[in-house]
């Protein structure tokens, strides 16, 4: 059975950083894609960012290019989000899912099949 346990949310300063971990279970982690989406309040879920199994084809939202990294540590069967000098409008529910097929689609969220259940960023001085 796929499970994904989200952390490291907080709220944090603008500028400040965070980083945000997902540790999947019940599946081989390198060799499909997981990712990251987040869902401000009132607001459609999108695509963060996402890695593509068996390679490390990443694929990065225009607002966040520049600024957050994705990684993927198959030997902790866990994947980062470090997220650097955020804004007010980073605020969100940040997801982990992880979808059955090797390339991450651009992070189209009707393709992920398997979500964790959240953790709240909050950005605000």
């Known amino acids: 059975q796929v499970q994904l346990v989200e952390s490291g949310g907080h709220l944090v300063q603008p500028g400040g950083s965070l980083r945000l971990s997902c540790v999947a279970s019940?599946?081989?982690?390198?060799?499909?894609?997981i990712g990251w989406f987040r869902q401000p309040p009132g607001k459609e879920r999108e695509g963060v960012s996402c890695i593509s199994g068996g390679d490390e084809d990443t694929y990065y939202t225009a607002s966040v290019k520049g600024r957050f990294t994705i990684s993927r540590d198959t030997a902790n069967n866990t994947v980062y989000l470090q997220m650097n000098n955020l804004k007010p409008e980073d605020s969100a529910v940040y997801y982990c899912?992880?979808?059955?097929?090797?390339?991450?689609?651009?992070?189209?969220?009707?393709?992920?099949?398997?979500w964790g259940q959240g953790t709240q960023v909050t950005v605000s001085s």
């Open positions: 019940g599946f081989i982690l390198d060799l499909y894609a």
């Open positions: 899912a992880t979808r059955v097929a090797s390339h991450h689609y651009y992070c189209d969220s009707k393709l992920y099949t398997s």
